[in-house]
């Protein structure tokens, strides 16, 4: 599984971090869990998110033992990024 997570730029979500369902030529499909489930995914340009590039190690050992997302995989996975981006 390839896991892409990005922060937005724009708009009223303004600096918050998702994870990246899905991408076509010009839209991501984004996701957190909470408000943006797997059943309804955010719909963004490009041009108004920021591709995380860097994603810890623990986050990838996370992602490691899930066969499928959902969202409560979706939250755990964004929870663990938060707190690791928290302590540094």
Do not use: W
């Amino acid at each position: 599984m390839d896991l892409m997570l990005a922060t937005s730029k724009a708009g009223h979500d303004k600096k918050q971090i998702y994870l990246v369902l899905k991408e076509d030529d010009e839209y991501c499909y984004l996701v957190n869990g909470t408000t943006k489930l797997v059943a309804k995914p955010k719909k963004k340009k490009k041009i108004h998110l920021q591709l995380i590039k860097n994603i810890p190690s623990d986050v990838l050992e996370e992602v490691k033992d899930i066969e499928t997302l959902d969202d409560v995989s979706i939250k755990r996975i964004l929870k663990v990024y938060n707190r690791r981006n928290k302590d540094v």
